[in-house]
């Protein structure tokens, strides 16, 4: 374990503190059906429209494992660089709630199916840490209860009843909240990726929940407290920042911090108590005797790891080694499709022109407009066209920005509009030329200037795109310039 960096101590009255923070994420796995059944896993539906009687506990019915989430848990486990478990058990964890029909979720406990793992987190600073993964288990949703439908009942939604989830533990290797967040990123990245799970945590398909101690730096872990549910990035920052600062305070006035659950209320921004060690379950848990243990061949996780696509890392060095910054690559990896956008952009084409473009004028307009790259106005063929008529020299790259614009709000070919609309530049010396002298007979100040500090060439410049309604070419005139003022 490396030192406690500096920058993420939190002074406190008496001192430096480290906070150490471990997650423990919930992602819902993506597939057509629930883990034991054969109901729909589709969002959205009316109240109890996706249940089965396996899914509603009714007496006799028994699980049958859905070998596609199976599947998707090994997937994960492959993108999270994790030790795969060839055999694994499904428990029964024993608890009652309402939504919970069965008295029990299946989950897996002491034998879960993927073990050890790693996630790198570069940082917006250019550092990168690594979290280490501790487990990742398969085990079914609970329903859900409305308790605002009627004055004096609370209703039950068994939609999301026997979903499966894959809870994703890491390490207690995050020392800020920003490295939490970072970590969640990456790690929705990678399950986006993937495709095992569509990462909206809008709709609840990835929760976080976020254990957080504080201790002096390098010295023994401090008590921790758990922080459930947290369903936004942002929040899991907020309160991370929020629940080390309460810690320290309670520590530093000499008390001690107590084990135990929290909630986090975005609203005000803190957390607070849900439940205190002494209320905390004993699940009894034991294997479920509907279920074998779930034993999987080598040569299966051979077949899953030979299908993966190119993941966010490997992307990242790729991208890299093309020519891009490490903050340029992040930015076009961090969802799949604006990565696939900018490779069909760069393709044949110079890999850093196309970024450019890609981050700053593509995704700064989608920003705009609040869309997604999917819902992009203009395609990467269109983009493409662009920058290769800046290439060949056909227009100047400030005329490539009012073609964006052009090709986005009206769409169609962008070679066509150039020569429809007399876009292309002139670099035509002799029309260059007459411009250029006409500029330097009435400014003999500045031609002044210019001689005396070669830098002042700017102005001409300028002076001559402003004549020539930017359709000169500005290295045409730079070079004309210079053999005019002797420069
Ligand atoms: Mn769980």
Redesign the pocket.
């Known amino acids: 374990m490396t030192a406690a960096r500096k920058s993420n101590l939190i002074k406190g009255a008496t001192g430096d503190w480290e906070v150490v923070v471990g997650m ?1 994420v ?1 992602a819902q796995v993506s597939s057509d059906a629930k883990l034991f059944s054969g109901a729909s896993t589709e969002f959205g539906g009316a109240p109890n429209d996706h249940v089965s009687l396996v899914d509603a506990a009714m007496p006799g019915m028994l699980p049958v494992i859905n070998a596609e989430c199976v599947r998707q848990a090994v997937r994960t486990g492959l993108g999270l660089q994790a030790q795969i478990n060839l055999k694994s058990v499904f428990d029964r964890k024993n608890y009652f709630y309402p939504d919970l029909p069965q008295g029990y ?1 299946i ?1 897996q406990y002491k034998q879960p199916v993927v073990g050890e793992g790693a996630v790198v987190v570069d940082l917006a600073n250019g550092e990168s840490v690594t979290v280490g993964i501790e487990r990742l288990h398969l ?1 079914q949703d609970a329903g859900k209860l409305l308790h605002d439908q009627h004055p004096t009942y609370s209703y039950v939604d068994l939609n999301r009843s026997g979903v499966a ?1 894959m ?1 994703i533990v890491s390490k207690p290797d995050i020392r800020s909240s920003e490295q939490a967040k970072a970590y969640l990123a990456k790690l929705r990245s990678i399950l986006r990726y993937l495709g095992t799970c569509d990462g909206d945590m809008e709709k609840g398909s990835l929760r976080a929940d976020v254990n957080v101690s504080v201790r002096r730096p390098g010295g023994p872990l401090g008590t921790r407290c758990e922080i459930k549910n947290v369903n936004s990035i942002r929040f899991v920052g907020q309160a991370i920042e929020h629940e080390a600062r309460r810690q320290i305070e309670i520590i530093e006035d000499g008390g001690a911090i107590e084990q135990e659950t929290r909630l986090f209320d975005p609203d005000k921004g803190e957390t607070r108590s849900m439940r205190s060690k002494e209320e905390a379950h004993d699940y009894r848990y034991f294997p479920d005797p509907d279920l074998l243990p779930l034993e999987l061949t080598q040569a299966e996780v051979d077949a899953l790891k030979a299908e993966l696509p190119e993941l966010p890392d490997e992307k990242k060095a790729r991208f890299t080694a093309a020519g891009l910054s490490g903050y340029d690559a992040d930015v076009l990896i961090a969802e799949r499709a604006t990565a696939d956008f900018f490779e069909a952009v760069a393709k044949g084409r110079d890999a850093k022109g196309a970024a450019n473009w890609v981050i700053n004028d593509l995704l700064g307009r989608l920003n705009k407009e609040g869309i997604a790259i999917e819902q992009s106005r203009l395609s990467a063929e269109q983009l493409g066209a662009i920058l290769d008529l800046i290439k060949d020299g056909s227009i100047s790259g400030k005329i490539a920005k009012d073609l964006f614009e052009i090709v986005w709000i009206e769409g169609g070919d962008p070679r066509a509009i150039v020569e429809a609309r007399g876009m292309k530049q002139v670099t035509d010396t002799g029309a260059l030329e007459k411009l250029i002298d006409g500029i330097v007979a009435q400014n003999p100040d500045k031609v002044a200037d210019a001689k005396a500090n070669p830098k002042a060439i700017g102005w001409f410049v300028g002076q001559v795109m402003k004549a020539s309604a930017g359709k000169a070419n500005p290295q045409a005139v730079n070079e004309l310039l210079r053999a005019k003022l002797g420069l």
């Open positions: 423990e919930h979720q989950s085990e989830l809870e």
